[in-house]
């Protein structure tokens, strides 16, 4: 099992430098990745900056050699899927095959997500990651969809990694369209229940995943070792915001000992 820790780009320290030096710090500490959360308002929180969390992960690439980074996640349907194609093989190529894409449908508290129901956003979200697949392909893609229509657009810059950089399913593990849609694609960083009444994804779901032919499962809390058992392929720590030097000092602790 790998380990990773994930943080919001807000507040003291978490600006691109910054950002760049957390991930030397954790690849140097044993960490095997870091992601950052896709918010433009951390959480809607304007008390402190935000960061562009995509400018953020170039810093992380140059900074970095061995682990791997990527967003968990990107609110698809808040941004163009052709620009999260593009932006995601540059990173790809930066840190020489190293990124992932984690995606939802986005935070209902993000004040830039489209305002919508979330069949709607899932609408997008599905169509969305469809398109970026094709694109990443660099042949000429037509694509005609409810929410997208493209012509014969072609990005000839293609991922290191082959067949894709892999893509991460977030959401609610509840929802039969989030389970559908991790068994569409590479991995599933989802967590359980609503933000009302949060519950801890389990070593069962874990081992449904893997028997449903899911490569990757990323879990967050809970007992690490009890899950590896499990064959979760990555355990994750978020950090909430706080100063940097304590960022740093949390991320200096290396992973659980399992």
């Known amino acids: 099992m790998k380990f990773s820790v994930t943080v919001g780009a807000f507040g003291d320290g978490r600006d691109p430098r910054g950002l760049g030096e957390l991930a030397r710090v954790a690849e140097e500490s044993g960490w095997d990745g870091v992601f950052l959360e896709d918010y433009l308002v951390y959480q809607g929180d304007s008390s402190q900056a935000t960061y562009e969390p995509w400018v953020c992960l170039a810093g992380m690439a140059v900074a970095t050699s061995r682990i791997r980074i990527g967003m968990t996640v990107t609110p698809l349907p808040r941004r163009h899927p052709w620009q999260v194609a593009a932006e995601a093989v540059a990173i790809d190529q930066l840190s020489g095959g190293r990124m992932i894409l984690g995606v939802g449908i986005g935070d209902p508290g993000d004040p830039f997500v489209p ?3 979330p069949r709607v956003l899932a609408e997008m979200l599905d169509e969305g990651l469809e398109l970026i697949d094709r694109l990443w392909s660099g042949q000429p893609v037509t694509f005609s969809g409810k929410h997208y229509t493209v012509e014969g657009a072609q990005l000839t810059a293609r991922p290191v990694q082959r067949p894709r950089i892999p893509i991460w399913v977030g959401g609610n593990f509840l929802v039969p369209g989030v389970r559908r849609r991790i068994l569409r694609w590479d991995g599933s960083c ?6 009302d009444a949060p519950q801890q994804v389990t070593p069962d779901d874990v081992l449904r995943l893997l028997g449903d032919g899911v490569a990757d499962v990323k879990v967050s809390g809970g007992d690490p070792a009890a899950f590896a058992r499990a064959g979760a392929t990555w355990w994750g720590r978020w950090i909430a915001p706080m100063s ?6 949390i991320v200096r602790q290396g992973p659980p000992r399992i």
């Not at 940097?244 to 000092?249: G, L, N, P, S």
């Open 115 to 117: 305002r919508g129901e």
């Open 190 to 195: 989802a967590y359980k229940g609503s933000t």
């Open 244 to 249: 940097f030097a304590d960022t740093v000092a």
